[in-house]
């Protein structure tokens, strides 16, 4: 039992690249290549040099009324990865050639962060091509001075033109997932200034959590006061912790690895929750751990990977099972699920991928195919429900299964991509050098 308990200890911290895959994990892969293919062609087709493609009425959108080119930036490792070579040069093309942040938009500081410059920083990584590099430190140079504020956290928005900041009220999920971005800028640049500024905010961040070690839901940059107390691991929070752990991975920041150590046990001691022998996290009061409601969902399903990742693998595999069962119970996950009471509270499904990203995290870190075939659920799911002619839509309703008009970008960056490294070769991926972002961009720890 030992044995077998160190082995899963390693395996998590490592990975393991040799496991077992089900039959015809590969022609599994490559229909999952497939379906990419028939999204970003519906990209192409109706919406090419804008930010994404509304799949059923076929039409064009950017965020902001300018395109930043969120879906090839978004999309281009992933088709690095499947070996789309052609679509992948045609993407790299546009990018050179179009991609400017001389733009005079509010943006939304963490979601550029995330899509635009991990996509940059790892499309450099992966092609070589400098231009991406140079685009990724203009973008981050923009972005900068989100962070001036009397805490050094940064506000919500940024003008890319003016530097103005708006809105300070903020929380831990955009305050605290920008390390991962910002400090491989600075390790590919040798410019600290930005992994200093990140990282600032995230130990600002992390100095604030209550007196029992939890964080909330809404913090003030300019105050440091926290808004909403509730404590959970879903929209809003759950990235922070993601990016604790994984910047002591990417970076070996020693700093990163006392906060994970001190959150954690936090975490698991007064959020996760056990109902009729399933385990779950729910929601609690930062300051006196009292539970307020019991509630998970789409973006709580990245808990389990995260808990395989650092080596929680028997939590991990008791969670993903509960995160399957909600899947299960209509077809596809919804957004929010009472676990108490098994209702649906709310319906949508936005085409997300933490489930399939944590399937992935314990496929490769146990070598268990029971999360493959987990994945072939997933994936039919996603065919029979969300497939149509423009691309993959978003359901509006989980229980109607009717359709939404958005396909957003980490639909090609994390869901597609998730799906496939499930299925093909483990090889594609070392997991004891690269780390993922949490729009599952692969950064290679080069430096």
Same mark, same amino acid.
């Given at each position: ?201 995230? /130990? %600002?961040?992390? =100095?604030?959590? @209550?007196?029992?070690?939890? *964080? +909330?839901?809404? $913090? #003030? /940059? %300019?105050?440091? =006061?926290?808004? @909403?107390?509730?404590?959970? *691991? +879903?929209?809003? $929070? #759950? ?12 970076? +070996? ?195």
């Amino acid at each position: 039992m030992k044995r077998m308990v160190l082995f899963l200890l390693i395996a998590a911290l490592h990975g393991n690249s040799q496991t077992a895959r089900i039959a015809g994990a590969d022609s599994i892969a490559g229909e999952v290549k497939k379906e990419f293919l028939h999204s970003w062609n519906a990209y192409k087709t109706f919406a090419w040099g804008s930010d994404g493609v509304k799949p059923i009425s076929k039409t064009p959108y950017s965020w902001y009324g300018e395109t930043l080119l969120v879906t090839p930036v978004d999309a281009f490792d992933t088709m690095v990865l499947m070996g789309l070579k052609q679509e992948a040069a045609e993407a790299q093309k546009l990018i050179d050639s179009t991609l400017s942040f001389d733009r005079n938009i509010r943006v939304k500081n963490f979601e550029i962060t995330i899509r635009i410059l991990g996509g940059l920083l790892s499309a450099y990584q992966l092609s070589g091509d400098e231009k991406m590099l140079s685009l990724a430190q203009e973008l981050a140079n923009r972005l900068l001075p989100a962070f001036d504020s009397p805490t050094g956290m940064p506000y919500v928005y940024i003008n890319l033109a003016t530097g103005k900041r708006e809105k300070p009220l903020s929380n831990p999920a955009e305050i605290g997932t920008l390390l991962i971005e910002f400090g491989t800028l600075s390790k590919l640049t040798g410019n600290p200034v930005y992994y200093a500024k990140a990282k600032h905010a995230l /130990v %600002e961040l992390f =100095k604030r959590r @209550s007196a029992i070690g939890l *964080v +909330g839901e809404t $913090i #003030d /940059v %300019e105050t440091g =006061k926290w808004g @909403s107390t509730a404590s959970h *691991v +879903g929209g809003m $929070i #759950d990235s922070y912790y993601e990016y604790l752990f994984k910047c002591w991975k990417l970076f +070996g920041d020693e700093d990163c690895l006392a906060m994970w150590k001190e959150s954690i046990p936090a975490v698991n001691r007064y959020v996760a929750d056990t109902v009729r022998g399933e385990l779950w996290y729910g929601v609690v009061d930062m300051n006196t751990g009292k539970r307020t409601a019991r509630e998970f969902g789409g973006l709580e399903a990245f808990m389990p990977g995260l808990l395989a990742y650092s080596g929680d693998v028997e939590r991990a595999r008791e969670l993903q099972q509960s995160c399957y069962s909600m899947w299960t119970a209509e077809g596809v996950e919804p957004e929010v699920f009472n676990y108490e009471y098994k209702k649906v509270l709310y319906p949508n499904y936005p085409l997300r991928p933490e489930i399939i990203e944590s399937a992935y995290y314990l496929y490769r870190i146990t070598g268990d195919t029971l999360y493959q075939r987990m994945g072939v659920t997933f994936f039919n799911s996603l065919k029979q429900y969300c497939r149509t002619e423009g691309g993959y839509a978003e359901l509006a309703s989980v229980i109607t299964k009717e359709k939404k008009d958005m396909m957003e970008s980490f639909f090609l960056a994390e869901t597609m991509k998730y799906l496939y490294l499930l299925f093909a070769d483990p090889a594609i991926i070392d997991l004891k050098t690269t780390v993922f972002n949490t729009e599952a961009h692969p950064i290679k720890r080069t430096w």
